[in-house]
């Protein structure tokens, strides 16, 4: 294990002096221009060029710093958004945090804002020099850089944390997408026990695409899931376990809006699991579907009962009412015309020239009903292709309710 102290990286003037001047300019472009000139360091000029545009969005804080360096492309698309670390920072305080997949650092760095001293743990040794510049450039101090690998580091007697937090990657040895516990790396499965130990608290990030009662049944502790979106795309399950935790399991979703609000939506598993839903015998004047944080939760029933809407059937969650219901934390529709199957439904339907066709529980897929409509996608028009109560495919057509 090497502790790296704060530093910053050397770039040579020329070459720091054209990332300065081209810094807005298309990677593309430059990368055609500056094939000849060898006055600078091209390889680096364009990966900072590059790394700086990706965070514009994503990490604004980082975006308005002069001085930070980047590392390669798939670290930056790995991180955490500002959105997320920032929220991710309102739940954990204390006096020490471990941070064991460091990465890029934006995680422990909005993290550290709640703690006297922080250690970002990263076994990629060019990771933590950058890391080491870019702490240094946005004066963080309590953030200590050591270069290990997540095991090697937590089974050191020392480290002791009021809070450890864990990203671990979600790729395996051939490259592909994975959300098993167990083909994490590192293995978190494996590693879970040790990490009680060091901490009395663990935040994890793992994949949107984990089920939240499989992880459940798999560590023992799991007190809190939370579930984000920026803008209906769930983006991170967060899952915060405790040595004490009670069988009590709390869920939060979240879905961040382009407009700066947020819809949220929190619940005890259990509330879940007691809530009582109204079948709906026919389609209302309204018609709802909710955000994919609350989808991802589970609480099909409890959004029903909460907001007194009829489900449209058991595994249809889609929701409905004759009253419209404001503030809904999802999409809210008007019902326009709902079509069966009958000639005279497929003529009305084909005389839409576009239309947004969603299916939920019907036999075929969005992509195939589209092609057998002959509708072009887009358009003020929304179509879903729903299972009624009494089992009765049928398609409903409605638009957006204005806010």
Known sequence: MKEYPQQSIEIDEVTLRFISEHAEEDIGQLSLSTAKQGAINR???LSQIEGRKKIREKIPSFYTTKGLFYPPRLSIEQTSSEITARYKSSLCQGKRLIDLTGGFGADIFFLSEHFEESFYVE???DLCRIAAHNFHVLNKPEIRIFCSDAQDFITREEAQADWIYIDPARRN???RKTAALADCEPNLKELFP?????SEKILMKLSPMIDISAVCRELPGIAQAHVLALNNECKELLFVAEREASSELRIFTRNFKKNGDCQSFDFVQDQEKKAQYKEAKQVGSYLYEANTAIIKSGAFRLISESYNLEKLHKHTHLYTSDKLIKNFPGR??????LHGSSKQDRKELNALSRANVCVRNYPLSADELQKKLKILPGGEHFLFACTLLDESKVIIECKPVSA
């Open 123 to 125: 076994r990629d040794p």
């Open 194 to 198: 040790l990490l009680l130990q060091r």
């Open 173 to 175: 040895k051939a490259g």
């Open 43 to 45: 390889v680096l000029a």
């Open 332 to 337: 809210s529709f008007e019902v326009k015309a």
